[in-house]
């Protein structure tokens, strides 16, 4: 059972930035495409980013394309640029222990584990 922590999250201004890193129990997690999602007060939990085991693709939200960045290395991160209020919610690094398309992994359904979140919260 792979366990995966978050941290990074805090009160930013709009137009800052953050970081969010999400470390994994296992070093089989290399292995594993990850990606982060995040969810509102009040609102469903959505995709924000994802990365292959290589780390060679990506994808993103259309919301946070050109503002956020996912990489890794031996922990997964999400840089997090020019942030609004209406990224306030609290983030999740998520891990797909089997291999899927990039289609699915913007689902939540593509993935097995899932980290307890990191609140993010912007003010304007």
């Known amino acids: 059972q792979v366990q995966l922590v978050e941290s990074g999250g805090g009160l930013v201004q709009a137009g800052g930035s953050l970081r969010l890193s999400c470390a994994a129990s296992?070093?089989?997690?290399?292995?594993?495409?990850m990606g982060w999602f995040r969810q509102a007060p009040g609102k469903e939990r959505e995709f924000v980013a994802t990365i292959t085991w290589s780390g060679g693709f990506t994808r993103y939200a259309d919301s946070v394309k050109g503002r956020f960045t996912i990489s890794r290395d031996f922990t997964v991160y999400l840089q997090m640029n020019t942030l609004k209020p209406e990224d306030t919610a609290v983030y999740y690094c998520?891990?797909?222990?089997?291999?899927?398309?990039?289609?699915?992994?913007?689902?939540?359904?593509?993935?097995?584990?899932w980290g307890q979140g990191t609140q993010v919260t912007v003010s304007s």
């Open positions: 998520a891990a797909a222990r089997h291999i899927r398309s990039m289609a699915v992994l913007t689902t939540g359904g593509g993935y097995d584990y």
């Open positions: 296992e070093r089989t997690f290399s292995r594993y495409a």
